[in-house]
């Protein structure tokens, strides 16, 4: 059945929207969360198991220290309450990816609870009050078979790969976020991207979403204008990209609108989110807390961090993203819109690493904010994962400081580090790339050009300097790019003077 949408403009009229949104966040540890089984990423299907994490009979968890560690540390960074006493539940559900027809997971007892985080957009702040940080463990992943989709419906048969499940995941829960009006798609936006910036700065995730290391369930309501009863909420499950979050929020807002303009009540479910059409479409009724038939884990004994590791802990914090992204454009001189979009294309730590291998700060954020940017694009992989690192793009930018090549030579250089053949410097001699400094053959090419283009020659003689970059460009095409312009350009002046 097709939907009604309401423009999005439209739904603010009548409506008020209501956002929360729940991070799920894989660890990075090198065990799961009750066993010993490793971790990686890509590996055989159902090459990491144990009776543990199988949840065969007989078979009993103990905790992984390093994610209660991490835990912690992320309910410090966000400015949550630690508890001081806190315990495992079991979340009783029934899916095929589910090994043990359980989670362990926290229910009325989180680790962390009572935090906040402050996220700006178009300048005005806005505080998203966090709820709870609990620890849990993560399913496997269903993997379904034939059809259009990729999904269930239609599939001709599933498999199951339980290498994802136990992994340690932790959960970020805010309270009901209000008052964001039109902005409330991008307050979503900005608060995953805000809280993946602090996940990465402490160290306890990848948080690479299009992995599923990083998953957001945006729930949404709508309520009439000025009336303070939250709406029905849906439930978008795992969003696996920013911009993916933004538009999730934007279309349930247009889908609960017309719904309710029709005289129609908005069903309490779950919806899957599609990247091609960015719409959502049902997945399953919503189930509330009493029917996971939560009760205390008899198989693990409650947490008790003492106040002291907590504070140890709290010592390890990073700089807070906010005031270190003050500090680096300070120092780096950067505009607002530079450091804004440095931050938006994931790059603000590589390119503060170059700068720290000694190039410029201009020049390193050019290079990654536009060549080693559109590879990624064109790749389809982040900018991180390019294979070409920030001491590399300092060295390129060293050989375009010392006169060796140009930029446009310089992104030959990159293409050579693409493929793996070497530093800048070995991939500069082999592909013979050096600027060609030899006054014989510069002026050889100058008078080549003037040759061939007497009138703007004429131009340049007339006091019209500024049509020599025709001249240069023609004598920059003759020697493939490796001629000093600057060179070039002084040739041709004093050759007509």
């Known amino acids: 059945m097709t939907e009604t949408l309401v423009p999005f403009d439209e739904v603010l009229e009548s409506y008020d929207p209501a956002l929360g949104l729940e991070v799920h966040v894989e660890l990075n540890t090198a065990t799961k969360m009750f066993c010993g089984c490793p971790t990686e990423f890509g590996a055989e299907p159902n090459s990491q198991v144990c009776p543990t994490c199988l949840g065969l009979p007989g078979a009993m968890p103990v905790v992984n220290g390093k994610a209660v560690e991490s835990a912690i540390r992320i309910g410090l960074a966000l400015n949550c309450e630690i508890a001081e006493w806190c315990r495992f539940a079991r979340k009783n559900y029934f899916y095929p990816d589910m090994p043990k027809n359980f989670q362990t997971s926290q229910y009325d007892e989180p680790i962390a609870f009572d935090g906040y985080l402050d996220v700006e957009v178009d300048g005005e702040t806005y505080r998203v009050e966090i709820e709870r940080a609990h620890m849990e463990e993560d399913t496997g992943k269903s993997l379904h078979v034939g059809g259009a989709t990729g999904r269930i419906h239609g599939a001709d048969y599933s498999l199951v790969d339980y290498n994802r499940a136990g992994i340690p995941l932790i959960e970020i829960v805010t309270k009901p976020i209000l008052g964001t009006g039109a902005k409330a798609p991008l307050v979503a936006k900005a608060y995953v991207a805000a809280l993946r910036e602090i996940l990465k700065g402490l160290g306890v995730s ?103 590791w907590v504070e140890e802990l709290r010592a390890t914090l990073p700089e807070p993203p906010a005031v270190r992204r003050a500090r680096l454009q300070a120092e780096w001189g950067f505009s607002d819109l530079e450091m804004r979009d440095t931050v938006g294309a994931g790059a603000l730590t590589l390119v503060e690493e170059t700068v720290a291998a000694g190039a410029a700060p201009q020049a390193a954020r050019k290079w990654w904010l536009s060549e080693l940017a559109r590879r990624a694009n064109d790749t389809g992989v982040s900018i991180d994962e390019l294979g070409v690192t920030p001491q590399q793009v300092a060295e390129v930018q060293k050989l375009v400081d010392a006169g060796t090549i140009n930029d446009k030579l310089a992104r030959q250089v990159f293409e050579g580090l693409y493929a793996g053949e070497g530093s800048p410097a070995e991939i500069v001699e082999k592909r013979g790339l050096a600027v060609v400094s030899d006054e014989g053959a510069l002026s050889a090419a100058v008078d080549s050009a003037i040759a061939a283009n007497p009138d703007v020659a004429d131009k340049i003689r007339d006091g019209k300097v500024a049509a020599a970059g025709a001249l240069i460009g023609a004598v920059m095409k003759e020697m493939r790019g490796q001629a000093d312009a600057g060179r070039v350009r002084e040739l041709i002046l004093e050759k007509l003077a």
């Open 206 to 308: 990848d948080v690479k979403m299009e992995q599923g290391s990083m998953r957001c369930d945006v729930n949404l309501s709508l309520a009439p204008r000025g009336t303070e009863v939250l709406g029905t909420r849906t439930e978008t499950k795992n969003v696996n990209s920013l911009r993916s979050v933004e538009r999730a929020v934007r279309f349930e807002m247009s889908r609960h609108a017309g719904v309710l303009n029709a005289g129609g009540k908005i069903l309490q479910e779950t919806r899957h989110f599609h990247e091609d059409t960015g719409t959502t479409s049902p997945g399953r009724e919503k189930s509330d807390a009493e029917d996971y038939r939560y009760f205390p884990e008899p198989d693990l004994v409650p947490i008790a961090p003492s106040r002291e």
